[in-house]
């Protein structure tokens, strides 16, 4: 069975700062890893995911992240962010056998101010 | 392309009643799980169904339940009601078979609240 570690549950950053929310994953096997947003009252977006190839992935709104095998880690990056960024974030993983059962984190909420 | 939709978007219920959700996929996806979103234990996987049956099923009891329609439409039943069922309930639409199709697509949710 595969896990989810989200670090910070919260991460309070001023505007125009850059920011990283760190997620490391567990598993026997090989991972899928994604990124989603959620803004209050709204199911989630997906920001961005690693399926294969390059470890450095770039998603939307200016977000990437980069996937780190050896330090099972996936963190999210940005490097200014904005007040509408202002969201809960969760990272997820899935494997090839498990495909549609997404395992989330318990999610960081991230809260940027003026 | 429209996304996934789910109805209805706010729901109040008492202990014991049984309650319905729906949720229509992207066009074209096939796949369909629903997800429970609380508070207390966060995203947790309900189940998945693809060609109208169910693939997963998560660790809840069996008073949840689901079907698939023909048309990749999935409804989702949870029968006597529970305080502890108040949640968002999250469905979410994939592909399934060929290139990219590990991402899933989210609605908006169902708020359902028991009192």
């Known amino acids: 069975a595969q896990s989810v570690t989200q670090l910070d549950s919260q991460v309070p950053v001023f505007e125009e700062a850059p920011v990283e929310l760190r997620c490391n994953y567990s598993s026997s096997v090989s991972v899928y890893l994604f990124w989603y947003v959620q803004y209050p009252n709204q199911g989630l977006q997906l920001l961005l995911k690693y399926l294969s190839g390059s470890t450095l992935v770039k998603g939307i709104n200016g977000f990437e992240a980069e996937f780190n095998k050896s330090q099972t880690s996936f963190h999210l990056r940005k490097p200014s962010v904005h007040i509408s960024d202002t969201a809960e974030y969760f990272c997820?993983?899935?494997?090839?056998?498990?495909?549609?059962?997404?395992?989330f984190g318990t999610g960081t909420r991230l809260q940027v101010t003026l | 392309k429209a996304g996934v939709t789910q109805t209805p978007r706010y729901l109040i219920k008492t202990r014991g009643q049984q309650v319905t959700l729906s949720c229509s996929p992207i066009?074209?996806?096939?796949?369909v799980s629903w997800y429970q979103q609380t508070p207390g234990q966060g995203l947790q996987f309900l189940f998945e169904?693809?060609?109208?049956?169910?693939?997963n099923k998560g660790n809840f009891p069996g008073r949840f339940s689901g079907r698939q329609f023909s048309n990749s439409r999935s409804e989702m039943n949870v029968s006597t009601l529970e305080l502890g069922d108040s949640a968002l309930y999250l469905c979410?639409?994939?592909?399934?078979?060929?290139?990219?199709?590990?991402?899933?697509?989210f609605g908006p949710g169902t708020r359902l609240t028991v009192t």
């Open positions: 169904y693809f060609s109208e049956t169910q693939r």
């Open positions: 066009s074209g996806h096939r796949s």
């Open positions: 997820a993983v899935t494997t090839t056998g498990t495909a549609s059962k997404l395992t």
């Open positions: 979410a639409s994939r592909r399934d078979g060929g290139g990219n199709s590990y991402e899933q697509y």
